[in-house]
């Protein structure tokens, strides 16, 4: 792909979706301030190109603090989650401030979501082929699991749950887009992404024809179709099953 093209496009695109969300920004900040009069946003430190660390902007969703409890990792029963958040969070209005990241060439409009360093600490050799490219606001991922509250729902332990149910899929869809990077995709999964919001099942079917059509593997098709029970699978480049996020024993 086009590493100039991309950027005139995220460039473009970010700044006219400033401009028209700006209001809606303003008024979920406002009403988020209200609920509790503290910052409406959340200053989230994530792990971006190169490893290099960068800070994505949000609308806080949580109650202030959230972030020291240690759990990086969000359930739908998350108990962390504002009334107000789990609105703004159903609708990805805490989504739109990171148009801001793109604008400023820290993330682009599409790419691989960037995790938290505690998370790609945990990444195998193979993963951290992810963060040779600017993470990005969605990808195939991001509609694929974006239903990872509702996922994680009920679980003892919602970090490692996510380790085993959803970060393998997502890291190979990554990965799919990673080696098959072009301008065609990208507009692919933005105009996916749109549909996703109004259908989520439209949306599926949609993201299966177009790795269908770029032949990608079946069993990463089959993953995008969301149709089989997800189960603990080992993440890609690597053999067993997160058990733990201790890095030693991971990369043991």
């Not at 739908?76 to 989504?95: A, F, N, Q, S």
């Not at 991001?142 to 890291?171: A, M, T």
Request: hydrophobic share 40%; no cysteine.
């Amino acid at each position: 792909m086009n590493k100039l093209i991309k950027r005139m496009l995220d460039l473009i695109i970010s700044l006219i979706g400033v401009i028209f969300s700006s209001p809606l920004i303003l008024f979920a900040a406002i009403a988020v301030f209200l609920q509790d009069r503290k910052s409406p946003f959340y200053f989230a430190p994530r792990i971006g190109k190169n490893g290099r660390e960068f800070t994505m902007f949000k609308i806080r969703t949580m109650v202030v603090g959230a972030d020291k409890s240690g759990i990086d990792s969000t359930s739908g029963d998350d108990l962390r989650i504002t009334r107000l958040g789990r609105i703004i969070r159903k609708y990805k209005i805490d989504e739109l401030t990171q148009l801001f990241n793109v604008f400023k060439g820290e993330m682009s409009l599409v790419g691989p979501r960037p995790n938290v360093k505690r998370d790609t600490d945990l990444y195998t050799s193979e993963e951290g082929k992810l963060l040779r490219i600017k993470p990005g606001i969605t990808d195939f991922a991001s509609i694929v699991f974006s239903d990872e509250s509702e996922i994680l729902s009920g679980k003892q332990d919602p970090d490692i749950s996510y380790n085993q149910l959803i970060r393998p899929g997502k890291s190979q869809l990554g990965l799919f887009y990673y080696y098959n990077q072009k301008i065609t995709i990208d507009f692919a999964i933005l105009v996916i992404t749109l549909i996703s919001i109004a259908s989520r099942k439209a949306s599926l079917k949609a993201l299966a024809k177009v790795l269908t059509y770029y032949k990608a593997p079946k069993e990463l098709i089959t993953i995008a179709r969301r149709t089989e029970p997800l189960i603990p699978t080992p993440p890609p480049g690597a053999v067993n099953i997160v058990t733990t996020r201790s890095i030693s024993k991971n990369h043991s």
